[in-house]
């Protein structure tokens, strides 16, 4: 079994910057990339950004590339992502996840963290 917690989320203005931080515990082992998702109200949750642990190849979705980074510490299974320039668009919750293998999709989700922009 593997736990996923976020942390970092809050009240931000529009143009401000916020870091969420991403911390995986239990069977760890082997992992094979870590990503970031959101779903703000009425929407369906999307992608936002993942990392893999061999290599830290990076993806990232259109409307964040250039202001989200996200980054890793394989050393303790945890995933960050510094959020930039941020929009009200980008208020949603952010979740992140665990993928053990490249053949399947995300196995363990975290409970999310609240992200809220204002204008």
């Known amino acids: 079994q593997v736990q996923v917690v976020e942390s970092g989320g809050g009240l931000v203005q529009a143009g401000d910057s916020l870091r969420l931080s991403c911390a995986a515990s239990g069977r760890t082992f082997g992992t094979y990339s870590m990503g970031w998702f959101r779903q703000a109200p009425g929407k369906e949750r999307e992608f936002v950004a993942s990392?893999?642990?061999?290599?830290?190849?990076?993806d990232y979705a259109d409307s964040v590339k250039g202001r989200f980074t996200i980054s890793s510490d394989t050393s303790k299974t945890m995933v960050y992502l510094q959020m930039n320039s941020l929009d009200p668009e980008d208020t949603a919750v952010y979740y992140c996840?665990?993928?053990?293998?490249?053949?399947?999709?995300?196995?363990?989700w975290g409970q999310g963290t609240q992200v809220t922009v204002s204008s």
């Open positions: 990392i893999t642990w061999s290599g830290g190849t990076t």
């Open positions: 996840a665990i993928r053990l293998s490249p053949y399947r999709d995300y196995d363990y």
